[in-house]
């Protein structure tokens, strides 16, 4: 049975309104029916717990990314790379980086040697020079080949990677300093090793060849076209100059074609939005990296971004004009002398942030 309807004198008019309403009925103010919810306001209340999801996933990958950027920054490696001296080239505009790869072999167990064709030379020279200059026209990346052949403070005219075995770090960059008239800001070095596990960590680069490149003492055996390289296939790529008709310079080409290539495996979403990847590929650039004293995760993030927008065609990259290659010196051996007039051009164009000419090697 219903409920009983109480007698009318006992009853008001909002009781006999509201008796035998559906229950949502009865929520409304006294007097007047209430709106029955219909899909406007369901809707409402679903974009309202959309936006409170969205701000608790958005806070917590904050939270992570800063957790990852404090992680990080404890992992990040140091060393004294950078100092005043008599004659030091004025700070110029922009930023200026000295990028190194190095060719110690110290940490490499005999099977890795094997591995990655390489000897057992202990003298640390370095293999890749380059200066990154981030400024107000987009990132220039410009190769120094290790042949170069330029004055080392206290050690006379030699190739210019011989400026890291005679005095580490801190002569190859006032070297470099003096060779180009470019205050460097900021140094970061890679050694054999740790190249070789981040292109490992990002499952290799995709390299393409115009031509066959074979060379038994890098270990270099590619047919032409586009492969997916390791990180030992990518050290012989990159290490290949014997069988080069270009030597040197054609090295440094395949140099900056690698560093694109990783910059674009790095930032791929398949990375970026894989937090286990991520942390790997984190993890093997971390210990791969060594930084100036004065850098920091966010110099360093900033280094990554002008890197990318190389590897994207924002930037420019370009080699440092020399006279002929394979020049011979007495006690030294083959050469690459700058051209004077243009490697002068391309560096000040760079300390004064202009443009720099569309001239010379590429």
Same mark, same amino acid.
């Given at each position: 049975m219903g409920r009983p309807i109480p007698p009318l004198s006992q009853t008001s008019s909002t009781t006999l309104y509201r008796a035998g309403r559906p229950r949502w009925w009865h929520r409304g103010p006294a007097g007047r029916p209430p709106r029955r919810p219909g899909p406007r306001r369901h809707r409402r209340a679903w974009l309202t717990w959309t936006l409170v999801t969205l701000l608790v996933l958005v806070a917590l990958v904050v939270a992570g990314g800063a957790w990852l950027y404090v992680s990080a920054g404890r992992q990040l490696q140091h060393v004294d790379a950078l100092g005043d001296y008599a004659g030091r080239p004025a700070a110029g505009k922009g930023t200026n980086w000295l990028l190194v790869g190095t060719d110690s072999r110290s940490a490499l167990t005999p099977e890795q040697r094997e591995k990655l064709h390489v000897g057992n030379n202990e003298v640390q020279n370095t293999d890749t020079i380059m200066v990154l200059?981030?400024?107000?026209?987009?990132?220039?990346?410009?190769?120094?080949?290790?042949?170069?052949?330029?004055?080392?403070?206290?050690?006379?005219?030699?190739?210019?990677?011989?400026?890291?075995?005679?005095?580490?770090?801190?002569?190859?960059?006032?070297?470099?300093?003096?060779?180009?008239?470019?205050?460097i800001d900021r140094y970061a070095e890679v050694n054999f090793l740790g190249f070789v596990q981040v292109v490992d960590a990002v499952d290799g680069v995709r390299l393409c060849l115009d031509a066959p490149l074979k060379d038994e003492k890098s270990g270099a055996d590619f047919t032409a076209g586009c492969h997916r390289m390791n990180g030992a296939e990518a050290l012989a790529f990159v290490r290949a100059r014997y069988a080069d008709p270009e030597g040197d310079l054609g090295r440094v080409k395949r140099q900056r074609q690698l560093l694109g290539a990783v910059a674009e495996?790095?930032? &791929?979403?398949? !990375?970026?939005? =894989?937090?286990?990847?991520?942390? #790997? *590929? %984190? /993890?093997?650039?971390? &210990?791969?990296? !060594?930084?100036? =004293?004065?850098?920091?995760?966010? #110099? *360093? %993030? /900033?280094?990554?971004?002008?890197?990318?927008?190389?590897?994207?065609?924002?930037?420019?990259?370009?080699t440092v004009p020399v006279n002929r290659p394979g020049v011979m010196v007495s006690g030294v051996g083959s050469v690459l002398p700058w051209n004077e007039s243009g490697a002068r051009e391309l560096f000040g164009a760079l300390r004064h942030d202009d443009r720099i000419p569309t001239s010379g090697t590429k």
């Open positions: 200059h981030s400024g107000e026209h987009g990132p220039t990346l410009v190769s120094l080949p290790r042949d170069s052949y330029v004055p080392i403070p206290g050690h006379g005219s030699r190739k210019i990677n011989e400026a890291y075995a005679d005095g580490g770090p801190r002569l190859l960059t006032r070297t470099v300093e003096q060779a180009t008239g470019l205050r495996e790095m930032a &791929a979403p398949s !990375v970026l939005l =894989d937090p286990g990847r991520f942390r #790997r *590929v %984190l /993890d093997a650039s971390l &210990a791969a990296l !060594v930084v100036d =004293d004065g850098a920091d995760m966010a #110099r *360093v %993030l /900033d280094m990554g971004w002008s890197m990318k927008q190389i590897a994207g065609g924002g930037g420019t990259a370009t």
